[in-house]
């Protein structure tokens, strides 16, 4: 019988409002790379006002960790995965709070507008120059490789956390049901 | 909360082994799909690099231009509106008034180098700097329709036209299979050579040959094409034979017009009937259809791209101002993408690029090569 503290509501809400968002958006840019369809038009459309909200998101979410700090991992955890825990995290909220902000700049290094939604436009950010554009496209491209290997090492410990540790990490992220903020959640 | 991974019964060490398999297998699928939506499963998938690399084929490898249009000048004017199209759409451009404009004259293909020839196709590219950071592209070019209509249409011309490895020329049996399978390029192929050749940039008329969409103000929209018709005089090809050996002689000749007396098209925009095709480039516009007087382009200044203001701009034909949408034609999409893709490779090489054909020291003579 264990128990693992929960995180508050608003960090479950902003995670799981932001992880379906931060998940489409890796799909949407190795997609639209790679295509010359009618779909990239669309795809691009939907990428830059999404990366703005997620940069957005991003804030109010840093906001939230100070306010409500995230619980302990369980004490079962050994030393070396607490450490990629942590360090994971943080290159999980580094990219997301860095990626909108290359994509951002590196449009504005090109010059192109950047459009969110009909005539509303966001300012360039960054001169207009062809090196400094082709560095932080390259950028963005790397940058995004790391993130989608990011995301997948932290799917995948979530789940080893719920399937083979059974420690209730991932419980105390996942449910909404019942329970208030800050409640010790029973998941033995 | 207790689902079915927090069971309280302890797990096997088969059951472990069972459990890590299935995470191994979902993590590796979810890296599957990822793979897949960016090609790497997919090798007939027409992707941005596999269109680079036709382009590569077909015109050797060129670092630091452009993959298409490759030999240009940049130019820069100004944009005055009749306000005669602001009733069609909201654009701010089509209201009275002026907007500056940075453009570029170019010759298709993608060889910065070629000599300058009559029949090669000639374009002009426009960005109109509209107030608050709005912006319009577009590229034209002196042809009345476009050879294709699709993506893979294009792709599979580049190929067909590209040098054979072991003769260094095309394979004319490969261009005869590609226009046995594309009749719609061999009806706007003879379209495109029944039309009038002038002697240079200055008195060419240039055509959007893509369908775009005007919105008004009320939301409604209408199919448009556009076209930039010269003011100054019009003369056939024949009258003015190059001099031999000036490779740039239509560069030249436009650089020494403009730095005589800025040079002017009309905006003219063709409003289509709702039901007019317009996801077919290779087709004809329908015939009478109402025109509008849109506002005139003037060009009143020549550089070369080398210190250009054209050089670091991407002539998307998706940058639109609100009031100006894409049509369906798949080839906006495709022109948007291959685009973006030869703008990234040509600034990464940016650093290794030799001088433009035509160069800042012959645009200060005034054009004499």
Not at chain 2, 161 to 177: I, L, N, Q
Request: aromatic share 10%; with cysteine.
């Amino acid at each position: 019988m264990t128990t693992q503290a929960r995180f508050p509501a608003v960090s479950r809400l902003l995670h799981w409002l932001m992880a379906p968002m931060i998940v489409a958006m890796l799909f949407i840019g190795v997609g639209m790379a790679a295509s010359v369809s009618p779909r990239y038009e669309l795809l691009v459309s939907i990428h830059r006002p999404l990366g703005i909200a997620i940069l957005v998101l991003c804030v109010i979410r840093f906001v939230n960790r100070f306010i409500n700090p995230p619980p302990e991992l369980p004490d079962t955890v050994p030393s070396l995965q607490r450490f990629a825990a942590k360090a994971s995290h943080i290159v999980l909220y580094a990219l997301m709070f860095i990626m909108p902000l290359v994509g951002w700049g590196m449009l504005s290094a090109a010059r192109y507008p950047i459009v969110l939604y009909g005539p509303l436009r966001l300012p360039p950010i960054l001169p207009h120059d062809l090196t400094l554009y082709a560095w932080l496209r390259d950028l963005h491209t790397d940058l995004a490789y790391l993130f989608f290997a990011t995301f997948l090492a932290h799917f995948g410990a979530a789940l080893f956390h719920g399937l083979i540790r059974r420690d209730g990490v991932p419980g105390s992220m996942a449910s909404f049901g019942g329970g208030n903020v800050g409640q010790k959640a029973d998941i033995g | 909360m207790n689902s079915f991974w927090f069971g309280a019964r302890p797990v096997s060490n088969v059951g472990v082994l069972v459990r890590l398999g299935a995470i191994g297998a979902v993590t590796l699928g979810v890296a599957g799909a990822f793979a897949y939506v960016g090609g790497w499963f997919s090798p007939v998938r027409l992707t941005q690099d596999r269109m680079m690399a036709a382009f590569q084929d077909a015109n050797g490898t060129h670092a630091g231009f452009r993959r298409n249009h490759a030999k240009g000048v940049c130019v820069t004017g100004w944009f005055a509106s009749s306000g005669q199209a602001a009733a069609l759409s909201k654009a701010a451009v089509f209201r009275p008034g002026r907007v500056p404009l940075v453009g570029r004259f170019a010759l298709a293909g993608g060889m910065p180098f070629q000599k300058d020839a009559p029949a090669t196709v000639r374009s002009m590219a426009l960005r109109f700097l509209l107030p608050g950071g709005e912006e319009w592209r577009t590229g034209m070019n002196n042809i009345p329709v476009f050879p294709v209509n699709s993506a893979r249409g294009f792709y599979e011309q580049l190929l067909a036209s590209s040098p054979d490895p072991a003769t260094g020329k095309p394979d004319p049996a490969k261009m005869k299979a590609f226009l046995a399978a594309h009749p719609e390029t061999v009806r706007a192929l003879s379209l495109i050579k029944q039309r009038q050749v002038t002697s240079g940039f200055a008195n060419s008329t240039f055509n959007s040959l893509k369908a775009f969409r005007f919105v008004d103000a009320a939301g409604a929209s209408v199919p448009v094409r556009w076209s930039t018709v010269p003011v100054q005089p019009s003369a056939a090809d024949s009258a003015e034979p190059p001099a031999a050996g000036d490779n740039n002689y239509l560069f030249d000749d436009l650089i020494a017009q403009i730095a005589q007396q800025p040079r002017r098209w009309q905006l003219m925009v063709t409003i289509g009937e709702a039901d007019d095709p317009t996801n077919d480039a290779t087709l004809a516009r329908p015939a009478r259809r109402r025109q509008i007087d849109a506002g005139t382009v003037t060009i009143d200044h020549a550089s070369s791209e080398d210190d250009g203001r054209c050089t670091a701009v991407n002539y998307d034909p998706l940058v639109l101002p609100s009031g100006i949408e894409p049509s369906d034609d798949p080839l906006l999409s495709a022109r948007s993408a291959a685009y973006a893709r030869s703008f990234t490779l040509r600034a990464e090489e940016e650093h290794e690029k030799p001088p433009s054909a035509v160069t800042a020291r012959e645009v200060q003579a005034g054009g004499k090569s």
